[in-house]
């Protein structure tokens, strides 16, 4: 006797579960930059999963750095006095890496905690110093931070806030390339209210925006003329994605603050923070009696800082930071080549091992749902790409070969006929 399938009850974030109940992809295996699903088929990762297998899947080394540490210590908290081995070591480490000289880290389980963190630590900065009317947070039009309460507040995606009632008040956003806009944002509200400015270096989520030459120099000189805090939200630019360890360098910026999350730990286990300048740390560490009073249980986790350790000697003594910088030419040069298709109206990209390709207004027209059938269509070929409002994004591990990224430019391309 045969059996319906049955409909999931795993809901799915971001999905349309009515969609989705019943038909689901499955990814059951992985290995370097391909996955498999559970037929057996294998799909080229173009996507590094959702941003952040850096290293590529399947490193047993990660593996087994992390069950030595459950083997010794699964699992204690680091509120308080208390640590833990591979906290410090991973604390000491991210520190050393980082372009702040004195950098403190606060650690977290992923991205949206990350922000939280860094926007309640600047409003507790400036109250902290004296000026606790220092509350209003700015960011950018089509910025995504997460979708915890902080990042969903200051995201610049609309219909992510859409239907949540009240959310965090005074935040306020500006064009995403426009640094004077900034400025002016600023003087409309007065410098003395405005805590601080977030930034992704390169907007991911919110369509794959390189920032225009120099944007981001010229917002954090903003900031700094202000003294409002600058953070920059490297959760996907972090860790080789744009050829740096926390993916502010190449644009010479000292940020109060950085958030992490995503190819610290490649992904094998969740993890996120905040590099924390040493400016910022000074008011909560040489004086006594002002405790942060933020942090997650699983904060300074010691199996998941044992993954990120194993996980930045791979992208150290594989030199994947320098691998990416080598291949974010040959990666836009493939998507480069779509630019005259019928059905493609742009091409970003350029900044790090990132792209997308938006499609054509004609064809969004024709079919609101292109995107999504376009995606599904380079899948049966065998690669996987993001849907990305109007755009396909692609993101792949820094272990991608050339020829690798030939065919995600092959598959997209014959996705795309399909279109038109
Ligand atoms: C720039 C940026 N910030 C924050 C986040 C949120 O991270 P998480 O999903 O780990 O909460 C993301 C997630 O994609 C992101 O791209």
């Given at each position: 006797?045969s ?73 204690y ?42 926007a ?26 997460g ?23 005074e ?14 944002a ?9 805590a601080?400015?977030?930034a ?64 610290v730990?490649s ?17 909560f560490?040489?004086h ?15 199996t ?27 990666l ?36 609101p ?52």
């Amino acid at each position: 006797m045969s059996t319906a399938p049955r409909d999931t009850a795993l809901w799915h974030p971001f999905a349309d579960m009515f969609q989705v109940k019943s038909s689901q992809f499955c990814v059951s295996k992985a290995d370097g930059v391909w996955i498999y699903d559970q037929e057996g088929r294998r799909y080229l990762d173009g996507t590094a999963s959702l941003w952040y297998a850096n290293v590529g899947h399947g490193r047993t080394e990660i593996v087994e750095a992390a069950a030595a540490q459950m083997r010794e210590l699964e699992s204690y908290f680091v509120f308080n006095d208390f640590t833990n081995p591979p906290a410090e070591a991973l604390a000491d480490r991210l520190s050393q890496l980082a372009p702040m000289d004195g950098a403190k880290i606060f650690l977290t389980t992923g991205g949206g905690e990350s922000i939280d963190t860094a926007a309640k630590l600047a409003r507790q900065y400036w109250a902290q110093r004296g000026q606790p009317q220092r509350t209003h947070i700015l960011s950018r039009g089509n910025a995504y931070h997460g979708t915890n309460g902080m990042g969903t507040s200051i995201g610049g995606i609309e219909v992510n806030q859409a239907g949540f009632g009240q959310l965090v008040p005074e935040v306020g956003r500006v064009a995403h390339d426009d640094a004077e806009g900034l400025r002016e944002a600023i003087d409309q509200l007065g410098a003395d209210r405005v805590a601080a400015f977030f930034a992704e270096p390169v907007m991911g989520a919110g369509g794959l925006y390189p920032p225009e030459p120099g944007y981001l120099e010229a917002v954090a000189k903003i900031c700094a003329e202000h003294d409002i805090l600058f953070v920059a939200d490297a959760v996907i630019c972090g860790f080789g994605r744009v050829g740096t360890w926390f993916g502010v360098e190449r644009w010479g910026l000292q940020p109060d603050m950085i958030t992490f999350a995503k190819g610290v730990t490649s992904g094998y286990l969740p993890l996120g923070g905040v590099v924390i300048a040493e400016r910022v740390a000074e008011p909560f560490w040489n004086h006594p009696g002002r405790p942060f009073r933020h942090g997650a249980t699983y904060s300074g986790h010691p199996t998941v800082a044992a993954a990120a350790l194993a996980n930045l000697d791979i992208l150290e003594r594989e030199k994947l930071l320098q691998r990416a910088d080598e291949l974010e030419r040959p990666l836009h040069d493939a998507l480069q080549q779509l630019a005259d298709h019928p059905a493609v109206a742009e091409v970003r990209g350029g900044t790090g091992l990132l792209g997308a390709v938006e499609l054509a207004p004609e064809v969004l027209a024709a079919d609101p749902g292109a995107v999504g059938r376009a995606q599904t269509a380079i899948r049966d070929l065998g690669v996987i790409v993001r849907p990305l409002g109007k755009a396909l994004a692609v993101s792949p591990p820094l272990i991608i070969s050339e020829s690798e990224i030939d065919l995600i430019g092959k598959a997209m391309q014959e996705g795309l006929d399909a279109l038109v």
